[in-house]
């Protein structure tokens, strides 16, 4: 039998017996000396690798955003605006997710000598346009546009080399790191443990432990009126529109953002103290509260601070979607006498405005030809005859009726919001959920319910031994001796109109 021993041939040994150094040597200092040197080698091949997957980890966030950038210059590349307003334009629509502005930490020792933490990819971003706008004002060409894309288009090609060269020589210090077999080599091939366990999982009860009681009902749906009770979860389409709360109709500035659409527009120096001592209110819902401001100030006539909303509203968006660490750079840039960035900002402020004064005149119009325009009709349910009360029944699960099984099917096929309301009991809560839809749709449900017998009407019982009960047995006696119509009406469609706010 051959053995193979040319898998040793990788091991890397500091400690010979067979060496032979020369007699004014000693050889213990000279093994010392080659352990180190074996040992600096590989930290330092390490550290290296370390640092090249930093390096290509960051000019990859780098090269996506410029990437963006080109393509947005060249989505503009037909406008006639100018030049510099088109490229910071493009900044602007290249920013991305502001959570992703700031780069990965670095690792530990690498660029330990550099001060600072790692700059965001906006302020990388914003150096680079400054760096090409500057190329292109020496340059003195006469198509400037042209000119930016070129001059983008070629620090983009520079990052791609650079990356290409980083990565061959990544690839090559790896192969050197993992020629050598070392005690990091060594791992664990594969390792396994299995436990038996007792099939016997009776648990005894203990001499302090309570026995737990059920009560059995007949509709346990009702047991499950608390959301947290319920152990089957939907994902339907259907439950937005029967939902108990929606966020979306509460959108109102909060106090924080009123303070500062109070700041006049132009004063950038104190918009930009606000937002350093409150960066909390750089948030997306913010700038939603302040827009809805601005549209219910136009609608109360309120022209000039409807217009000042606007413009905080903005002023924040750009503030947010440029990072936090590109706020400084913006206002720089919005300050600076006859920079575009205040152009772009008017001109968005401008047309955003027009639409939230032409959409307020037109509400204001609707309202003067249709006063009851604001109303949307709903449908109710509620007992015509006097002395009833429409009750709900929900079919059992499992039966085998024919006639409650097909309920039962149509029972779950309700949203689920639906369902609880009926699980509830509550007349009110039904009536709530079918005041969220549309008529149309409220129409449908109440004839599912009647067809399927979850609505039954009962009379009250009265009690004849008190005068509260002789008076409504008299005044029952009168109606039908007046021959009033409802005998046969069971539950009426109350269409009503319920006040909305825009």
């Known amino acids: 039998m051959v053995l193979d021993y040319s898998k040793w041939d990788a091991l890397e040994l500091s400690d010979d017996s067979d060496i032979e150094v020369h007699p004014n040597v000693d050889k213990r200092s000279f093994i010392r000396a080659k352990q180190n040197q074996i040992h600096q080698e590989r930290f330092q091949r390490k550290h290296q690798i370390e640092t090249l997957k930093y390096e290509r980890t960051i000019n990859d966030g780098l090269l996506s955003r410029i990437d ?10 037909d406008s006639t605006r100018d030049s510099d307003e088109l490229v910071f334009q493009a900044l602007m629509e290249s920013a991305g997710d502001p959570a992703d502005d700031q780069p990965p930490p670095r690792p530990e020792g690498v660029y330990s000598r550099v001060d600072g933490e790692q700059p965001p990819y906006s302020k990388m971003m914003g150096t680079l346009v400054d760096q090409v706008k500057k190329e292109v004002d020496e340059s003195k060409a006469e198509n400037r546009y042209g000119e930016y894309v070129r001059a983008i288009k070629g620090h983009q090609e520079k990052v791609r080399g650079l990356q290409a060269e980083l990565k061959v020589k990544l690839a090559e210090l790896e192969k050197e790191d993992t020629r050598k077999i070392t005690s990091e080599s060594i791992h664990t091939g594969f390792d396994s443990s299995s436990v038996v366990k007792s099939t016997d999982n009776k648990k005894m009860p203990g001499p302090g432990k309570d026995k737990e009681t059920t009560v059995e009902v007949l509709n346990p749906g009702a047991l499950q009126k608390d959301p947290l009770l319920r152990t089957n979860s939907v994902e339907s389409g259907a439950e937005a529109d029967v939902e108990e709360d929606n966020d979306d109709d509460d959108i109102k500035p909060t106090a924080l953002g009123r303070a500062f659409a109070q700041i006049k527009p132009g004063d ?24 809805v401001e601005a549209f219910n100030s136009q609608m109360a006539g309120k022209d000039a ?75 109710q349910l509620h007992a015509v005859e006097p002395g009833t009360s429409i009750n709900i029944v929900i079919p059992q699960p499992g039966s085998s009726d024919p006639v409650e099984k097909a309920a039962r099917e149509a029972f779950d096929a309700f949203p689920p919001g639906l369902q609880r309301s009926l699980e509830s009991g509550s007349l009110d809560e039904v009536n709530r959920v079918l005041g969220k839809m549309s008529v149309e749709e409220a129409e449908e449900v109440v004839g599912q319910l009647g067809e399927n017998g979850m609505l039954s009407l009962e009379e009250s019982i009265i009690d004849a031994t008190t005068e509260e009960g002789q008076a409504k047995i008299k005044e029952l006696e009168k109606k039908d001796k007046g021959g009033e119509p409802g005998d046969a009406e069971i539950l009426a469609l109350d269409k009503k109109l319920a006040s909305t706010t825009v």
Do not use: M
């Not at 950038?268 to 509260?289: K, M, N, W």
């Open 268 to 291: 950038y120096r104190a918009c930009l103290q606000f937002i350093s001592e409150h960066p909390e209110v750089v948030t997306e819902r913010e700038t939603d509260g302040l827009l």
């Open 68 to 77: 963006r950038l080109v393509q947005a210059l060249q989505s503009h590349g």
């Open 305 to 379: 601070y409807a217009q000042q909303c606007v413009h905080q509203a903005l002023l924040l968006q750009y503030c947010r979607s440029l990072g936090r660490d590109g706020i400084n750079l913006f206002f720089k840039r919005i300050t600076t006498p006859n920079h575009q960035a205040q152009k772009v900002l008017r001109d968005d402020v401008s047309s955003t405005y027009h639409r939230i004064r032409t959409r307020a005149a037109e509400l204001t119009q609707e309202r003067a030809a249709d006063p009851t325009a604001g109303g949307v009709e709903q449908i």
